[in-house]
């Protein structure tokens, strides 16, 4: 998005990459390990931040906090802190688009390839879930630990931070990271379709 015209194809494109976060945040509601869904999303952020820019991650991941609070996923945490949960859902999705992008850009300078796969599209799908995940822990710790340390006892933890990781956040991050780097591939090659296509 930065630095390039907003032609029809961009348009096009950001609009379809928007449509897919949102049909896929709310089929990744039906998707999950421990209390909350899999962020099914991070793949068309990903893909929409190498494609249109960390601008445009940022958006796609705007849209997909968005649809989170939409949907319900965050009803948990709404109750207790407004304010925080919706700071923490929206920019949580913002800044993994936007870190993803990025270090995309970054790193796409480069020919580097790991086994086959672009290293820029390999770590921008590394770090869009750390980012995602990385927030919302620091979230939990700002605005709602005395909830969550209530949460750890009623599950036997014998502390929040081991609940944050274990309960709140294990199962769905190794499952979006795995997610993530094992569809790289795919997205490399979904970027260079776009791209040869913008070019015609």
């Known amino acids: 998005m930065e630095n390039k015209r ?3 194809r961009t348009l096009t494109g950001m609009a379809l990459l928007t449509a897919v976060v949102v049909i896929l945040q709310f089929l990744g509601a039906f998707v999950r390990f421990g209390p909350f869904s899999i962020s099914l999303v991070l793949i068309p952020i990903v893909v929409g931040a190498a494609l249109y820019g960390p ?3 940022a958006w796609f991941g705007f849209v997909f906090g968005m649809v989170v609070l939409l949907s319900g996923d965050a009803a948990a945490f709404l109750v ?3 304010l925080g949960t919706i ?3 929206l920019l949580k999705g913002m800044l993994a688009g936007l870190c993803a992008g990025f270090v ?3 790193l ?3 020919e580097t390839k790991l086994r086959g796969v672009d290293l820029a599209v390999a770590a921008a799908a590394v770090v869009a879930p750390v980012v995602n995940t990385g927030i919302f822990l620091l979230g939990c710790l700002l605005f709602f630990m005395p ?3 209530e949460w750890a006892a009623a599950m036997g933890f014998e502390s929040a931070g081991a609940y944050m990781i274990l309960g709140l956040v294990g199962g769905n991050f190794l499952f979006e990271l795995l997610f993530n780097i094992i569809l790289s591939p795919v997205i490399v090659r979904l970027i260079h379709i776009v791209k040869n296509r913008e070019r015609v």
């Open 6 to 8: 907003l032609d029809t």
């Open 55 to 57: 601008l445009a991650g």
């Open 80 to 82: 207790i802190n407004p």
């Open 87 to 89: 700071l923490v859902v």
């Open 104 to 106: 995309y850009k970054a």
């Open 108 to 110: 796409s300078r480069s």
């Open 147 to 149: 909830t969550i340390r």
